[in-house]
T-cell receptor, first 110, second 111 residues
Framework: GQQVMQIPQYQHVQEGEDFTTYCNSS?????IQWYKQRPGGHPVFLIQ???SGEVKKQKRLTFQFGEAKKNSSLHITATQTTDVGTYFC??????????WGAGTKLIIKP | DARVTQTPRHKVTEMGQEVTMRCQPI?????VFWYRQTMMQGLELLAY????????DSGMPKDRFSAEMPDATLATLKIQPSEPRDSAVYFC?????????FGPGTRLTVT
């Protein structure tokens, strides 16, 4: 069946270092979404990518959608404590349902 | 700023008891989702509705879980009887065209 794999599961960084999470789908996706969940919070929609090869930026966050529309990445430049949380990718499973990656937890080393 | 609301935010109950969780989706959204999140399983889709009609509840244990949407402003998730393995955070989300907005969740503990 359709799968969305996300790596790594965890990433420990020093504050100020960069962070990247990767998302790979077993099937071509019409679009991909990214969500952030702070510790103790709920997933919050960040962005949706639709076009092949699309790159979008939100301040220090850069989102990419692969040319084949089967992979995506989220890169955070110069992490801050406010970036801590779990980042999820999700792609359409049907017209109304998403299939979710397992998430990448960003941990800032003390 | 429209938000999805969920009640209760926390629930502690003994096994065998009935638990009802409620969700008010964002007005105008046509899809409503119920998810369960645990450390071990991540985000699991339990059920979802479109225009109040149930589309898929294959993720729910049918013998004990039920989801309904009696009107456009209320979605409910019931567990009867509850078991310790049901302990988790239950999220409701509403949306339009796949973009989903999550509520704060109900943290359920079954002892």
């Amino acid at each position: 069946g359709q799968q969305v794999m996300q790596i790594p599961q965890y990433q420990h960084v020093q504050e100020g270092e960069d962070f990247t999470t990767y998302c790979n789908s077993s099937t071509t996706l019409s679009n991909i979404q990214w969500y952030k969940q702070r510790p103790g919070g709920h997933p919050v929609f960040l962005i949706q990518l639709v076009k092949s090869g699309e790159v979008k930026k939100q301040k220090r966050l850069t989102f990419q959608f692969g040319e084949a529309k089967k992979n995506s990445s989220l890169h955070i430049t110069a992490t801050q404590t406010t970036d801590v949380g779990t980042y999820f990718c999700a792609g359409p499973k049907s017209n109304y349902q998403l299939i979710w990656g397992a998430g990448t937890k960003l941990i800032i080393k003390p | 700023d429209a938000r999805v609301t969920q009640t209760p935010r926390h629930k502690v109950t003994e096994m065998g008891q009935e638990v009802t969780m409620r969700c008010q989706p964002i007005l105008g959204h046509n899809t409503v989702f119920w998810y369960r999140q645990t450390m071990m399983q991540g985000l699991e889709l339990l059920a979802y509705f479109r225009n109040r009609a149930p589309l898929d509840d294959s993720g729910m244990p049918k013998d004990r879980f039920s989801a309904e949407m009696p009107d456009a402003t209320l979605a409910t998730l019931k567990i009867q009887p509850s078991e310790p393995r049901d302990s988790a955070v239950y999220f409701c989300a509403s949306g339009w065209d796949l973009e989903q907005y999550f509520g704060p969740g109900t943290r359920l503990t079954v002892t």
